[in-house]
Structures are given as structure tokens and as C-alpha cells.
Nanobody, 121 residues
Framework: QVQLVESGGGLVQPGGSLRLSCAAS????????MGWYRQAPGKQRELVAS???????NYADSVKGRFTISRHNANNTVYLQMNNLKPEDTAVYYC???????????????WGQGTQVTVSS
């Protein structure tokens, strides 16, 4: 069994910062690409940022220059540093990862439960 658990969401004023964390646990052999997605009310879930195991990153145009994704492979953790937050960043943020499980060497895609980020004055 593998789990992704996010933390770090909350309420912040426009221009403020938040740092999201996502820790993977369980029978993990290797974690490949990790990413953050978000879903605002009435909208589709969208990719915010992703990072490969060798730290190659990809960002949505809307967050380039403001958000930074990073990972710590030894701790099976991915982070999202969000600066200069805007009201349009308000959404539930989900962690996602491609994980090779110890049991049977299966490669599966996992989602976290989501954490709310609200940007409002």
C-alpha cells in the first residue's frame, strides 16, 4: 500500500507565499515523476508543475516565475513553493506520483487527498 499525504495549504493574502509538501509512504521501490495539480470550483484539474527523478521540471505558464517545484528523493517528498500568490491560484492542490512498488515491481500512478489553497484579502 502506498500513500501520498499533502500538507501546507491554507488561507493567504494576495502577494503572499505558501509551501506545500507531499510525502509518499509505503512499499516504495522507486518514485519517478512527481507533480502538483490543482482544481478550482467548476474547472478541470490542471497540471501546475512536475519534476522528474533527475530534477527536470515543467511548469504551467500561469505559474512560471512564481512557483518552484523541488523534491527530496531520500525522503520521498515533493514540495511546491508558491510566491506572489493571486486570487486565481485558489484551488484544491493535489500531489501526484508515478511509483514503482516493491511488491511485484508494479508501476502505478497515485494521487494525494488534496489540500485547499485560498488566496483572498
Amino acid at each position: 500500500q502506498v500513500q501520498l499525504v499533502e500538507s501546507g495549504g491554507g488561507l493567504v493574502q494576495p502577494g503572499g507565499s505558501l509551501r506545500l509538501s507531499c510525502a509518499a509512504s509505503g512499499r516504495i521501490l522507486t518514485i519517478y515523476t512527481m507533480g502538483w495539480y490543482r482544481q478550482a470550483p467548476g474547472k478541470q484539474r490542471e497540471l501546475v508543475a512536475s519534476i522528474t527523478r533527475d530534477d527536470s521540471t515543467n511548469y504551467a505558464d500561469s505559474v512560471k516565475g512564481r512557483f518552484t517545484i523541488s523534491r527530496h528523493n531520500a525522503n520521498n517528498t515533493v514540495y511546491l513553493q508558491m510566491n506572489n500568490l493571486k486570487p486565481e491560484d485558489t484551488a484544491v492542490y493535489y500531489c501526484n506520483a508515478d511509483i514503482m512498488e516493491r511488491a511485484g515491481f508494479r508501476l502505478r500512478n497515485y494521487w494525494g487527498q488534496g489540500t485547499q489553497v485560498t488566496v483572498s484579502s
